[in-house]
């Protein structure tokens, strides 16, 4: 083989690496997430600590103080039974409560269908923004009218 025929390997080669990197560097760059917006108490130290880990999750959050928003929940299918402290919208979707970041991330890539948003009833202790010790819990995903079904357990 001559050593034209050689170069012309080794340049092919090299070419496929870096196209493949490139390929790969491309692919693995993250989607930036759509901002969200928490409507809360103002006195609610929970909830401003899970904004908080929201951001650091990645989140860009603007927050709304409300002294009453129960409305607002059961206009967008939250029911009594789902409810938490605060409410979260983000990518067209309803985030109640205390809900994880990668949950929400996960209905983010996978846009299921049927689900209006995720809960995470109550305020369960060991959940983000509570930070305590505490038992399992549980993220429940529902739908417009507030029919709900087991999403994750933590």
Known sequence: MSNLGRVSRLAAAVTMLIGGATLTAWHSVPVALPPMRVVKSA???CCAKWVEYMRREGFTVSVEDRDQ???LKRSNGVTAALES???AFVG???IEGHVPADLVKKL???KPAGIKGLAAPGMPASAPGMDMAGPHYTIYSFDA???SKVYAER
Do not use: K
Request: proline share 0%; hydrophobic share 20%.
């Open 108 to 110: 983010l890539a996978d």
């Open 145 to 147: 009218q507030g029919h």
């Open 69 to 71: 928003f129960t409305d």
């Open 92 to 94: 067209g979707y309803v």
């Open 43 to 45: 006195t609610c130290g």
């Open 85 to 87: 402290c605060h409410t």
